[in-house]
């Protein structure tokens, strides 16, 4: 993967593992605010295992590819969109300064570091082999599609119930 298709990947990856100085901290940190004992030690094990899958895009090799045909050519409406998403994550950081506290800073920082370690350490020297028939488009979206509806008909349920209710 070239170096430069790979920091955005990573400035992603690390926004939505909740890293400082970028949106997910900020979002997780007032999350966190407002959840009982409980809730927040179920929130900090799922930020953990947040850190875990996205480790795999940090520690992804990159670097310049010898073989031409196997760079990917990159168009410049995808330099734009980076900028714009990227540029989003780092400029809605902003929104919550008061996350950024020293305690919270560590927790976060905890947080990422264990989850990254039992990446390396654990999952990275894991093998998993699913069939390629489950990563087909067609199926994704179908499976997608599925959830979807399966939400709605949830989110639908629970809305009948809490209106009967008053």
Do not use: C, D
């Amino acid at each position: 993967m070239p170096t430069a298709l790979w920091i955005p990947l990573v400035m992603a990856s690390l926004s939505i593992s909740g890293a400082p100085l970028f949106a997910g901290f900020g979002a997780k940190v007032l999350t966190l605010s407002y959840l009982t004992s409980w809730q927040s030690i179920a929130m900090n094990i799922a930020a953990t295992g947040t850190a875990i899958l996205y480790a795999k895009f940090i520690f992804l090799p990159h670097g310049k590819s010898e073989n031409l045909e196997e760079r990917p050519t990159l168009k410049p409406g995808f330099w734009l969109a980076m900028l714009l998403l990227i540029g989003g994550l780092l400029i809605a950081n902003g929104v919550y300064l008061p996350a950024y506290t020293l305690s919270n800073i560590l927790k976060v920082l905890g947080i990422i570091v264990v989850g990254w370690s039992a990446h390396v350490v654990v999952f990275q020297r894991s093998i998993l082999n699913l069939p390629r028939a489950l990563e087909r488009f067609e199926h994704l979206i179908g499976i997608m599609t599925l959830m979807l509806i399966f939400l709605f008909w949830i989110v639908f349920a629970f809305g009948l119930f809490s209106w009967e209710s008053i």
